[in-house]
């Protein structure tokens, strides 16, 4: 589980946070801090994905793995994107299996 993951289970958030105002919701100080802090922790966990993933579909393509390699590909995209918007303080979660966001700020 990822640390922002854990920060909005491990706290009060989750008991707050509904599918409409998740984005929304205001944080005090402290807790934008925090999440901000487990933003840039997780944002290197993204990156270390989008590069392994990328090094995957490299090699894949070397082995003429042309499915496997798009599809690696796709992650490392992936992964990327979700490590610049962790690092811009954008936390993608999920609450009963659905996708939500919240600014830490």
Known sequence: MHSSQEYI?????????????????????????????????DSVDYLFSALMSLGDSLSGINNCFWSWSTVKL???????????????????????GKPMGIQAR
């Open 9 to 41: 289970v491990n706290s009060y958030l989750h008991k707050i946070i509904s599918r409409t105002d998740s984005v929304n919701l205001p944080l005090d100080r402290q807790k934008a801090i925090d999440l901000s802090s487990c933003l840039k922790n």
């Open 74 to 96: 796709y992650y490392s995209a992936f992964y990327s994107i979700r490590s610049y918007l962790a690092l811009e303080g954008h936390c993608i979660f999920y609450l009963a």
